[in-house]
């Protein structure tokens, strides 16, 4: 391996790189290069993104990507049931079977979640205007609306989920 990218927001550390850890777990060399992404929820997707393009990177090996979260909320809050665990895991080389022809990036501080520093869970403005007009279901949507009228061939396909809103509303495509 040539980099170990390990994004999250529900890291166990606060002062320890997980890449180390999982680059450690893997026996990998002393020299792979660690990068640790958080603090948004696109961290796996900008670490995915990261590896695609960095081409200096790439030439020395395989980079290993891996995203992975275990996210709860307030125990009183109904979404908690809906957060909950999940991880996903790519290995970047050339020749691989994916290239990246196009990426775009919105970013919004409008968001209705949050976690107070100390505590193990997401904290929530319990407003669901908020979601309807200005939060993350709206900023995504509008994102990927965006990103597709900005391509120069229409896609063959594409779909984003919303969780938590209705489920004719769920899926845009």
């Known amino acids: 391996l040539s980099g170990v990218l390990f994004a999250t927001v529900s890291s166990p550390y606060v002062v320890k790189s997980a890449a180390a850890v999982l680059a450690d777990y893997l026996n990998a060399s002393g020299s792979v290069c660690l990068f640790d992404l958080g603090a948004g929820t696109q961290a796996g997707l900008l670490a995915l993104v990261t590896a695609l393009r960095d081409g200096e ?10 995203g ?22 790519f290995l970047v080389a050339p020749g691989g079977f994916a290239t990246l022809e196009t990426f775009a990036h919105r970013y919004s501080s409008h968001t209705s979640t949050w976690q107070v520093p100390g505590e193990s869970y997401l904290r929530r403005y319990d407003d669901e205007r908020f979601d309807r007009t200005a939060g993350y279901g709206q900023q995504m949507a509008a ?3 965006a990103f597709v009228a900005g391509l120069q061939a229409p896609p063959d396909w594409y779909a984003l989920h919303l969780s938590g809103a209705a489920d004719d509303e769920r899926v845009i495509a």
């Not at 275990?70 to 999940?86: K, M, N, V, Y």
């Open 57 to 66: 990177l790439a030439a020395r090996g395989p980079i290993l990507v891996v």
């Open 68 to 89: 992975a979260d275990a996210l709860f909320a307030h125990p009183s809050d109904p979404r908690d049931l809906s957060l909950g665990a999940g991880a996903s895991a």
């Open 143 to 145: 994102s990927l609306q």
